[in-house]
């Protein structure tokens, strides 16, 4: 008891302000809703309020909404049903963005804290509905198998893989969308808007099992670890049908093991039909 005392409780105490003085921005994201800067938007009864900085001027904001509605029903289309409760933050200005992001790169950056709550930063860039749904993916996920889970047993492919298939930058709305048109295999409609990939040699999944595998690397690892992710996730899903996506899930979240869950659900829609 004494032991608890004196050692262990300091050090729970210890362990989050330290991550909470290391990070300013998580701290600042925590208390998003007391800041003048920004004002609280009801955006829909299926999330929690969006906090839009104040220099948002009105067409941003109009385009942000249009854009958050959309995600909110590709993410209950794909999912069977939006669970997760990120607080979105709109930072339009590339300096408010780095206040609340932690390095201000990309369009958005998403934040799970291991107490449960997560935050979803959106940059000058992240007024999209593409970024947007990619982000809240992730937050789904989090949301169904809690952080701990995700960090120890998602390999990053998948995690990434996943969100890309809400992402139409990198896949396309007729792997799961429409899965009986006939343009299953065209490109993204929109090539302007499609990122460049770099054709160089190829990635091995058990290569991006971690994120510093996935994005420890130069722009064109990373490029093709999202190319290599999105491909195969694409494949599963193919066979798998979007009732696969919570199915897995689900088994993780009663103690399956992530790959035998994987494998299993597509051998079961791989066996041939009985005469
Ligand atoms: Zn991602």
């Keep these: 008891m004494r032991l608890l005392f004196r050692y262990v409780l300091p050090l729970l105490i210890a362990l989050p302000i330290g991550f909470l003085l ?26 929690a309020p969006v906090y839009v900085s104040q220099t948002a001027t009105a067409r941003q904001q109009a385009q942000l ?12 289309r794909f999912w ?11 930072c339009p200005q590339q300096a408010d963005y780095e206040q609340y992001c932690v390095g201000g790169e990309g369009a958005g950056c998403s934040l799970g804290t291991p107490w449960g709550g997560s935050y979803l930063v959106l940059g000058p860039d992240g007024n999209n509905a593409d970024v947007i749904a990619h982000e809240l993916c992730h937050d789904e996920l989090f949301t169904r198998l809690g952080w701990w889970r995700v960090k120890r047993q998602i390999p990053q492919w998948f995690n990434e893989g996943l969100a890309l298939m809400v992402d139409y930058r990198f896949s396309s709305p007729a792997i799961w969308e429409h899965p009986d048109s006939t343009q299953a295999l065209a490109p993204p409609i929109d090539e302007a808007d499609a990122m460049p990939f770099v054709q160089r040699s190829v990635v091995k999944l058990s290569d991006l099992e971690t994120t510093r595998d996935f994005f420890g690397g130069d722009y064109a690892h990373v490029m093709l670890a999202y190319q290599t992710a999105a491909d195969e996730v694409a494949r599963w899903l193919t066979t798998v049908g979007r009732a696969g996506v919570p199915a ?14 994987y494998r299993e659900l597509e051998r079961a829609k791989r066996q041939p039909p009985a005469r």
Excluded: M, W
């Design 65 to 76: 909404r249009k854009h958050i509605l959309t995600a909110y029903d590709r993410i209950g």
């Design 22 to 47: 290391l990070y300013p921005q998580v701290v600042r994201c925590l208390r998003v809703s007391r800041s003048d800067d920004f004002r609280a938007v009801v955006v829909s009864k299926q999330g």
């Design 80 to 90: 069977g049903s939006k669970r997760g409760q990120a607080v979105l933050i709109y």
């Design 248 to 261: 897995l899930t689900n088994a993780i979240d009663a103690g399956r093991d992530f790959e035998d869950a």
